[in-house]
């Protein structure tokens, strides 16, 4: 086992890697959060697997919000040709520096963003976007939402908490101009967690209901908008609804 494979053992992670040498990453409070992502993997796996088949060779991807990188090394293994890791926070990209070395991983590279300045341009669009655990964290889903649509060619996945919704109809101005509601947001307050590496950068959070979630994304311009089930065992949020992951899309 090499040094850097034992410094990465000696640090507590927020997901379970397999290092060249077998060896696992220790995750935070013992592994309890563990279940989320094998949940949320599982259900990306399922998803991705409809779209493209059993293997992802020919197509590439972008992870926003990549945190340590996980998901993008899910994606190599799946056989994607390139995979591009975005991260606002230095930490993160740094962790995800530090996993693709030690994994070998050269098809994957890292790139610090905020998610609401990131260059579509430059970037250019990809097969697959995955934006999971993130727009939840955010004072403007929707301007990450059109991100993402401007930056996706086939699909992007969707994972986030979601909020009870409302519907029915509101005076619009005046009695005489009614509108129907088309989803709802809560509003989080993270600013008193803005340091922790799983928060908010800003602290101010809109949280969407499904049905908002949904209709934005079509108004943003996918073409499609699906729930991805569920597996049975899965983590208790994503199970009872609290959490979802949609796919959007474009073709």
């Known amino acids: 086992m090499s040094a850097d494979e034992q410094r990465i053992l000696d640090k507590t992670w927020f997901y379970r890697f397999t290092l060249p040498s077998g060896r696992v990453t220790d995750t935070y409070d013992d592994g309890a959060l563990d279940q989320i992502h094998e949940s949320r993997l599982e259900m990306l796996r ?86 999971l655990g993130l727009i939840y964290h955010l004072e403007n889903p929707i301007g990450a939402l059109r991100q993402a649509r401007a930056l996706t060619r086939h699909m992007c996945v969707v994972e986030t908490q979601v909020v009870p919704g409302m519907s029915g109809m509101v005076d619009y101005g005046s009695y005489r101009f009614v509108r129907p509601l088309k989803g709802s947001f809560g509003i989080i307050d993270e600013t008193d967690d803005t340091h922790g590496p799983e928060a908010s950068t800003t602290g101010i959070c809109l949280v969407p ?43």
Not at 69 to 84: C, I, M, P, Q, Y
Request: with cysteine; net charge negative.
């Open 46 to 131: 399922r998803v991705v697997g409809e779209r493209f088949g059993a293997s992802l060779a020919g197509h590439d991807a972008v992870d926003i919000a990549c945190h340590q990188g996980w998901f993008s090394t899910k994606l190599l293994e799946w056989g994607a040709d390139r995979v591009v890791a975005v991260d606002a926070r230095a930490e993160h990209v740094a962790d995800t520096n530090t996993i693709r070395d030690a994994l070998g991983l050269s098809k994957l590279s890292v790139l610090q963003s905020d998610v609401h300045v990131l260059d579509q341009r430059g970037l250019g669009q990809f097969d697959l976007v995955l934006m």
């Open 209 to 251: 209901s499904l049905e908002a979630l949904f209709w934005i994304m079509r108004k943003v311009g996918f073409s499609r908008v699906e729930l991805v089930p569920p597996p049975e065992d899965a983590y208790e949020q994503l199970r009872h609804g609290k959490r979802v992951m949609v796919a959007g899309y474009v073709d």
